[in-house]
């Protein structure tokens, strides 16, 4: 079983920056990948970014040039960290996180982001 814990959403105004961290502890020594997906009220759940175990990362193309997502493997965590520069209005919603690993995901439990002013 794998435990994710989510932080730092909030409220910030367009041009802002964000920074989301997902902490997975637990049996974390099969996950190949943890992405970042978002929920805009009234619409359905995106991917917004991947990272692999090799640490390549995937990003969707509304967000390309603007989040990095990184990831640090301290004992027994492992840490994504989504970092949200230039922040637009289309970019508030729910941000969840999610783990991989064959077979199974785990998902943590949200975290609001607000962009407006």
């Known amino acids: 079983q794998v435990q994710l814990v989510e932080s730092g959403g909030g409220l910030v105004q367009p041009g802002g920056s964000l920074r989301l961290s997902c902490v997975a502890s637990?049996?974390?020594?099969?996950?190949?990948?943890m992405n970042w997906y978002r929920q805009a009220p009234g619409k359905q759940r995106e991917l917004v970014a991947q990272?692999?175990?090799?640490?390549?990362?995937?990003?969707a193309d509304s967000v390309k040039g603007r989040f990095t997502l990184s990831k640090d493997k301290v004992r027994n965590t492992v840490t994504a960290t989504l970092q949200m520069n230039s922040l637009k209005p289309e970019d508030t919603g729910v941000y969840y996180c999610n783990a991989q690993s064959v077979g199974f995901e785990w998902w943590g439990q949200g975290t609001q982001v607000t962009v407006s002013s």
């Open positions: 990272v692999f175990d090799d640490s390549t990362t995937i990003y």
């Open positions: 637990g049996n974390i020594v099969n996950i190949y990948g």
